[in-house]
């Protein structure tokens, strides 16, 4: 009887439910709070305001005045998600708020405390990061009208108007495109446990629709955002004190650390989904694109680092079909690959466009912006990383996945 029982036992299924990732909306945070209670109404103020204050240049002299305030009133993650991401934006707007120019050495402890305590409360870094910026930051304005972008919103906002919008709520509607193909990724590994090669062949073909509508979703940026716009005034907001020449030394965190602490700024690198893909698919990046990339981990809510971690100890995708004599399943496989590859092909005409014409329509002049385009990350990403080299190698090394 007992060894009946054992031939019976199943292997442990794969869920999504085990590290808080939505069926519906993926590493998305659900209906994210607008408001926190009446205490932390100080921040609210500030973060609602930032695109006038930081116009006006104003943010730095509200912000040395705003009371101390402590985190131990905010109840549930949802409110704390909510903090991290005004306190990470009123970070980023008093630091950028000259531009390159005159660049505060110290975040003042009123700010810094706060923040490094609901960032270690969260388990993220003390700066504005991808989670923050795109999947927390949204909301619809018909609370019963679909997920599309003429009826989105962002909660708190920087100077760039419709760009600004249009650049958070596209990148939004990336990550949304992508959880048929994070449901599909549980459905490939339980597949595999399981051995099952008919739902491996489903879940492959659901993969692989999911990232062409990714791709898709990408490619709304062109309609919503001003390449100059971008370039000379939304991108320094997303620096951070890290690999940037502008403030080489990083940022003193006032009554947390009397040296410089260093965080790199948001970067497409910080959405779980694309690590993800590389995990089930098998994805070899170079050596220093793969240091980088496990660097950005860092920026993630934990539960979403703790995903990657459980899809990297899976069995092999890669070697269940190489071990498989269906050609079907091989075929499925290398579609997946090339149509991750051809997304991160559309990333780079993206980033061309936005960098180099930006850069161009900024340098002629007749665009109002702030302080002059920012010169220290001309040639790099937000992250810090050397851009064009970084994202075409990790195209590259994307369609070195294909079996022949």
Known sequence: ???????????????????????DYGFILPDPLQELSHYYMPWMEIASNLPLMIENHELRVRVDTMPLLSCHFLKGHREQYLAHLLLSC??????????????????????????????????????LVHSDLVLTNW?????????????LDTIVSFPGGESLKGFVLVTLLVE???????????????????????????????????????????????????????????????????????IPDGLIYEGVSEEPLKYSGGSAAQSTV???????????????????????????????????????????LKEFILSSRSCLLHEAYNQCVK???????????????????????????????????PQALAEKGTGGTVVFSFLKSVRNTTLEGIID
């Open 1 to 23: 009887m007992e060894t009946q029982n054992m031939n019976l036992k199943k292997p442990m299924l794969f869920t999504l439910e085990k590290f808080h990732i939505s069926e």
């Open 90 to 127: 009123i970070t980023m707007g008093y630091v950028w708020q000259e531009g390159e120019k005159h660049i505060p050495k110290v975040l003042p402890r009123n700010l810094a405390l706060p923040f490094v305590e609901i960032s270690r409360t969260l388990g993220l870094p003390p700066i």
């Open 139 to 151: 909301k619809k304005k018909d609370p019963n009208g679909p997920l599309e972008i003429r009826n």
């Open 176 to 246: 949304k495109a992508a959880v048929p193909g994070i449901k599909a990724l549980v459905k490939a590994i339980n597949a595999i446990l399981q051995s099952n090669e008919d739902v491996l062949l489903q879940a492959l073909q659901q993969l692989r629709t999911s990232i062409d509508e990714m791709a898709k979703a990408l490619r709304q940026m062109h309609d919503y955002v001003d390449p100059a716009i971008f370039y000379a005034v939304i991108r320094i907001f997303l620096s951070g004190w890290q690999d940037n020449p502008a």
């Open 274 to 316: 694309f690590h993800a893909f590389d995990e089930l698919l098998g994805v070899c990046h170079s050596k220093e694109s793969t240091t980088f990339l496990h660097r950005m981990r860092e920026y993630m809510p934990p539960s979403h680092r703790a995903f990657l971690e459980e899809i990297h100890s899976a069995p092999s």
């Open 339 to 373: 149509a991750l590859a051809e997304l991160r092909s559309h990333h780079i005409n993206i980033v061309a466009k936005y960098l180099l014409t930006g850069a161009a329509k900024a340098k002629d002049g007749g665009l109002d912006c702030l302080t002059g385009p």
